[in-house]
């Protein structure tokens, strides 16, 4: 077995993961001498195969994707306050009392991707989320955070966006519809936090939401703009933007949990963006 600590990404599918390439990427640019994998974990295995990486293998620190966030949210001893909020984990992390941290990165990945990256301020703005899954319960919490006016969250099943109002609710102003209700409102931001796009698919919007120098990002993010990001720029979106950066900056903060060095992502997402061609 290898000397060099050991990290990896767990989740099913995981063949076409970008995150090996982002954390050796990582690695290589901060100095840290180190290994990361992507691993095939079905749920079904999640525990058993988390309990070998980390006690048997070297393992120091794990990413967990679909379908495992909230069974990893259950595994961890200890959580961060946003993880705990999220109900779901990204990150696992070996603590020195042989305990396992939970955080949740996602949320912040993709705050530090609007805001830092892209210069698209949250405060005092008005922001509809498309979607209610895992990854809204993820940014839901560090948005609220930068104090935006409010937000809205829309979903096909109502009942679930009006459950996420419900926990969210005590962090500022939020409330849930359905998409025919949103006809003649409209917002300086639009996140789509659905999966629509994995299948080429679009929520059913109705046109006029964007307010003007409105801006727009897809969670999701793909070689080709996604169906929403096509949808964005014909609206007369000022920005259109998909989620590849998020998952560079989520990955960074991950790094930096466990290595307690902040790699620098302009570079890798300049590198990346790139090789799609843009
Ligand atoms: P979930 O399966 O938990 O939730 C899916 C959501 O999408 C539900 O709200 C569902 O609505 C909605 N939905 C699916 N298809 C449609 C459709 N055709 N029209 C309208 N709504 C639809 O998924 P996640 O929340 O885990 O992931 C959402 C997206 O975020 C994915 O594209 C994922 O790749 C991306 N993501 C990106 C990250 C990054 O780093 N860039 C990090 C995490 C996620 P309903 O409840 O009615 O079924």
Known sequence: MSHKDQYAVFGSPIKHSKSPRIHQFFAEQTQQDLEYRAVLVPAEQFEQAVNDFFFQEGGRGINCTVPLKELAWAYADKKTAR??????VNTLALQEDGSILGDNTDGIGLVTDLQKNNAILLTGKKILILGAGGASRGI???????????????????EKAQ????????????NACRYADLAGLSFD?????????????????????LKEQACCYDLAYANEATAFVRWAREQGALKSLDGLGMLIEQAAEAFYLWRGVRPMSEELIRLLDLERGN
């Open 163 to 174: 459950n996420l109002t419900t926990e969210f609710a005590h962090k500022g102003a939020i």
């Open 83 to 88: 993880a705990e909020l999220s109900k779901a």
């Open 189 to 209: 931001l639009i996140i789509n936090a659905t999966s629509a796009s994995l299948s080429n698919d679009l929520p059913p919007l109705v046109d006029g939401l």
């Open 140 to 158: 839901i919490g560090p948005i609220q955070d930068e104090l935006p006016e409010t937000i809205t969250i829309a979903n096909r099943t109502v």
